[in-house]
C-alpha cells in the first residue's frame, strides 16, 4: 500500500512569500501527482493535475514538479486567499486506486 | 451551470443500509469516470470507488468492498453509492467527483458540496 507523506504539516508564512510543500510516496507507482485546495467548509479544489499542469482558472503562481517519490507545490507569492489546506494524490497501484496525503495547513503567520 | 449535488446522508444505525446520490448538471455525464470520496477529521481524504464512463469498470478501496455499489443512471445524470451493512468508521462527509484526467491518473476536477453520513446507535 502506498503511503503519501507530507511536511510540513503546518506552515506559517506571511502574505508575499514563497510556500513550498512537499508530498512523498513510500514507492514509486506512477509519475502523475495532483494537488487540491480546501477551504473550511468547503470541497477540495484541484489545483495541480498530472504533476506540473495547472487547473483550470488556478493562477500561475501556483507550480508543481517532482518525479518518483519526492513532489512539491510551490506558490511563488502567497496571495491572502491561498491560505487552506493542501492535499496530494496519487494513484497506488492497478487495478485504479488513490491515496491522498493528510495534508499541509498553510496558515498565515 | 456545471455543478454536482449530492443528496441522501443521515443518520444511520449500525448494520443498516443508505444510498448517496450525485445529480449532474451542466457537462455531458456519459463522458467521464466518476469518483466517491469521504472525509473525516481523523483519516482525511479517503478514496471510497470509481465508475468509469462506460460503466464497465468498477473499482473500491478495500474497507468497502463487498459492502458499497457504485453505479449510474444516465438517462437521470445521476451517480449512486448504496452503502450496507454500514460501520461507525464509515461515518464521514462524503463527496462525488468527476474525473478530468482520464487514463486513471489522478486529478478529479468537479466535486460536490458533499454529504454527511452519520453511524451511530
Known amino acids: 500500500e502506498i503511503v503519501l507523506t507530507q511536511s510540513p504539516a503546518t506552515l506559517s508564512l506571511s502574505p508575499g512569500e514563497r510556500a513550498t510543500l512537499s508530498c512523498r510516496a513510500s514507492?514509486?507507482?506512477?509519475?502523475?501527482l495532483a494537488w487540491y485546495q480546501q477551504k473550511p467548509g468547503q470541497a477540495p479544489r484541484l489545483v495541480i493535475f498530472d504533476t506540473s499542469k495547472r487547473a483550470t482558472g488556478i493562477p500561475p503562481r501556483f507550480s508543481g514538479s517532482g518525479s518518483g517519490t519526492d513532489f512539491t507545490l510551490t506558490i511563488s507569492s502567497l496571495e491572502p486567499a491561498d491560505f487552506a489546506v493542501y492535499y496530494c494524490?496519487?494513484?497506488?497501484?492497478?487495478?485504479?486506486?488513490?491515496?491522498f496525503g493528510q495534508g499541509t495547513k498553510l496558515e498565515i503567520k | 451551470q456545471v455543478q454536482l449535488v449530492e443528496s441522501g446522508g443521515g443518520v444511520v444505525q449500525p448494520g443498516r443500509s443508505l444510498r448517496l446520490s450525485c445529480a449532474a448538471s451542466?457537462?455531458?455525464?456519459?463522458?467521464?469516470?466518476m469518483h466517491w470520496v469521504r472525509q473525516t477529521p481523523d483519516k482525511g481524504l479517503e478514496w471510497v470507488a470509481v465508475?468509469?464512463?462506460?460503466?464497465?469498470?468498477?473499482y473500491y478501496t478495500d474497507s468497502v468492498r463487498g459492502r458499497f455499489a457504485i453505479s449510474t443512471d444516465s438517462s437521470k445524470t445521476t451517480l449512486y453509492l448504496q452503502m450496507s451493512s454500514l460501520r461507525t468508521d464509515d461515518t464521514a462527509v462524503y463527496y462525488c467527483?468527476?474525473?478530468?484526467?482520464?487514463?486513471?491518473?489522478?486529478?478529479?476536477?468537479?466535486w460536490g458540496q458533499g454529504t454527511l453520513v452519520t453511524v451511530s446507535s
Open positions: 514507492q514509486s507507482v506512477s509519475s502523475s
Open positions: 451542466g457537462f455531458t455525464f456519459n463522458n467521464y469516470t
Open positions: 465508475i468509469s464512463y462506460d460503466g464497465t469498470n468498477i
Open positions: 467527483a468527476r474525473d478530468s484526467v482520464g487514463l486513471w491518473l489522478p486529478g478529479f476536477d468537479l
Open positions: 494524490q496519487q494513484r497506488t497501484n492497478w487495478p485504479a486506486m488513490y491515496a
